[in-house]
């Protein structure tokens, strides 16, 4: 904030400049030190002369306004909080909702009498949609009259006789003190006020930290609690819309004419978010909707796997906010321990920025249409620095795209998550932080190992020890790590011997059980345990690479008792499996459960023949009892059989009263 003047945006209506004033005055009792001007500007919405669209008509209001800021024109925005559009704008932050006035609407009228004088027929002039609903649902006979313009010249027509009454917001007409004129304020039983409406809403560019402190001040927590919940519903209807119109890949940013230059813009960041006029349209409620629902089910947005029951978990894929950051955490190894969270935006990724650790290949298939970005580093070899990262994950969701930031663990628990999660706060983009199973829990537990445990230990601490012990400007205390009942160590096989020595020194008892869980939660999981003192040899001679987790405390004695996902049967034995790859999923789950690795390798693929008329014949000839027995000799067959079966526009009950036989269990549950 250098200049010694600062520019507050808004528009040129005399209620936007009281209201700016209002802001200024507020804003320089805590900058004293600066000067304040304020700055009109004429907005689309102000120029127009017809009905506001009931869609996308928010950003008429601010567009222009928020373009000066963003473009250094101006240094803060002051909008009515009710004209401020869900979706934000690029490198704009929303820094202060002021202290609200009033939200009731007002009624005005001609005589000066109040709501139940008027006559059914009577004119009420507004230029909502929602008041006019709710004129209409009170039964009297009220007529709603389209009427745009301020506050001064909707007065000067009812004075003028063009209608017999208004309805206005009171906070309006208290600021510019017309509030004299007011027949009956309207309680909220009788007209619902707009969500937002008596707020005001103060933007400034991200990067003004001095601003956004500033501003910070004149906040009242009260009335953001009462404006953010309209914005949230509206994302949510938000998604709704996005959901219908990803089925169509025309549709997403940058795709066909119907979006519109303006819309392009919102999703990146500018513009309003509704398509350019006469822009084509091809929605759910058009041709080409129409035709999608014949072919994929009828319902937008739902599998028919969905509508019918599915046993398993689905989520939408697709309902999601333009342009958002999700920072998801993997888990530890497993990639069946992400959590529903991290799937439901892993299906919803138009890009995934995945690291190194805790990253299987069955998790980016689990976004098969997704860009794959690997910003994976190891010792002394990054493939981007973390500055790269940060300015890829904030170009991505410029360009309006669904972003994944995949994360071994967890994004907080040393995963550099909270550093990206503040260059994306900075850069003004929408982000969500999805937790995710940290190793320093899953990794002991899945070898048996309770961090906290009532006989053994009430305090544990994790920490990393990737740092050398006595590094300058470390933040590790060594003796406070010594004096917890269980200490947890991350990414630090390297220095594990050092790390060992300095807990000794700080007071551990050399005796004190360790254990070094390498490959925690994969098939591989390898587990050593160890005195304090040799825990360090031990895990170099079982050849434990990282990505590892070191537990030091008595709960190590528990392992002998509980075991581990490393002591079931098949544990770091690698099964190839050569079945079909429709017949191997059951097999390769139960060897996966008894801890194998398993690689699916088929050996054979099952095809239809070239001509299925041999089969089609002898279908043909069950009705006429030519075959006393149909025997089936795999389970392919029975699929083959029954799919020609249906084909014919017949089913089992075409067997009649021939007799059907399985070789083989597996072709008897398929039949």
């Not at 999805?434 to 009430?458: E, F, K, L, Q, W």
């Not at 400007?473 to 790590?481: I, P």
């Not at 040899?537 to 008595?554: E, L, S, W, Y």
């Not at 149909?630 to 084909?647: C, D, E, H, I, K």
Request: charged share 25%; hydrophobic share 40%.
């Amino acid at each position: 904030m250098p200049r010694s003047v600062l520019r507050v945006g808004t528009r040129g209506s005399a209620l936007a400049l009281a209201q700016a004033e209002n802001v200024r005055k507020a804003i320089s009792q805590v900058v004293s030190h600066r000067n304040f001007e304020l700055v009109p500007i004429t907005t689309r919405g102000d120029t127009m002369s017809g009905p506001i669209p009931p869609v996308g008509g928010k950003g008429l209001f601010t567009n222009d306004i928020q373009d000066a800021l963003a473009t250094g024109k101006i240094d803060l925005a002051v909008h009515s909080a009710k004209d401020l559009p869900a979706l934000p704008f690029e490198g704009i932050v929303l820094a202060a909702v002021p202290p609200r006035e009033d939200p009731r609407d007002a009624l005005i009228t001609r005589h000066g009498g109040g709501l139940s004088k008027l006559q059914p027929g009577a004119t009420v002039g507004t230029s909502s949609l929602r008041r006019t609903v709710q004129l209409l649902a009170m039964g009297r006979g009220l007529v709603p009259t389209p009427m745009r313009g301020n506050v001064d010249t909707r007065l000067r027509k009812l004075s003028a006789g063009e209608v017999q009454s208004l309805v206005l917001a009171l906070a309006g007409l208290r600021r510019l003190g017309k509030d004299s004129r007011v027949a009956e304020v309207l309680p909220t039983t009788v007209m619902l006020p707009a969500p937002g409406q008596g707020a005001l809403a103060v933007e400034c560019r991200a990067g003004d930290k001095d601003m956004r402190e500033a501003l910070s001040k004149i906040e009242d927590p009260l009335a953001r609690r009462a404006f953010e919940p309209r914005r949230v519903v509206q994302r949510a209807a938000r998604r709704a819309c996005d959901a219908r119109r990803e089925h169509d890949p025309a549709a997403r940013p940058g795709g066909d004419a119907r979006w519109g230059p303006r819309a392009a813009r919102r999703r990146d960041g500018h513009g309003s978010g509704f398509p350019r006029r006469g822009a084509r349209r091809t929605d759910a409620r058009g041709r080409r909707g129409r035709d999608h629902r014949r072919r994929h089910g009828g319902i937008s947005g739902v599998s028919p796997a969905r509508r019918r029951g599915s046993s398993r978990t689905r989520i939408p894929a697709r309902t999601r906010l333009v342009g958002t950051v999700y920072l998801v955490g993997a888990g530890p190894g497993d990639p069946g321990l992400i959590t529903v969270r991290g799937l439901a935006a892993m299906r919803a990724a138009d890009v995934v920025v995945y690291d190194r650790l805790g990253v299987s290949p069955a998790l980016l298939d689990l976004a098969p249409r997704a860009e794959r970005i690997f910003a994976g580093k190891s010792p002394r070899r990054h493939a981007m620095t973390q500055a790269q990262i940060n300015r890829t994950l904030v170009a991505h969701a410029r360009r309006g795209r669904a972003v994944v930031r995949l994360k071994g663990g967890d994004p907080f628990v040393f995963g550099r998550g909270g550093e990206e999660a503040e260059a994306l706060a900075l850069a003004g983009m929408p982000f969500e932080v999805v937790p995710g199973v940290t190793s320093a829990i899953a990794g002991p537990a899945a070898a048996g190992i309770p961090v906290t445990h009532r006989d053994a230990a009430a305090s544990v601490v994790i920490a990393t020890a990737h740092e050398a012990p006595g590094k300058a400007g470390s933040r590790l205390d060594w003796g406070s790590l010594a004096g917890a009942d269980t200490v947890v160590l991350l990414m630090g096989v390297e220095r594990l011997p050092e790390a060992a020595a300095a807990l000794i020194a700080a007071g551990k008892p050399k005796s004190t059980p360790a254990a070094v869980i390498g490959s925690a939660t994969l098939p591989s999981q390898q587990t050593v345990v160890a005195p304090l003192s040799r825990i360090a040899t031990a895990a170099r001679r079982a050849g434990i690479t990282p990505p590892a987790v070191t537990v030091v405390g008595d709960v190590v004695r528990l392992r002998e008792v509980l075991g581990g996902w490393d002591t079931r049967p098949l544990s770091g034995k690698r099964v190839l499996v050569t079945r079909t790859r429709e017949q191997a999923s059951e097999l390769s789950g139960v060897l996966r459960e008894l801890g194998a690795e398993v690689v699916e390798a088929p050996a054979i693929r099952v095809e239809p023949p070239r001509s299925c008329s041999a089969v089609d014949r002898a279908i043909s000839h069950l009705s006429s009892r030519r075959y006393s027995w149909v025997v089936f000799t795999s389970a392919n067959g029975v699929r083959f059989f029954f799919s020609r079966l249906r084909a014919a526009r017949l089913d089992a009950r075409a067997f009649g009263g021939v007799r059907a036989a399985a070789v083989g269990a597996g072709t008897a549950d398929a039949l």
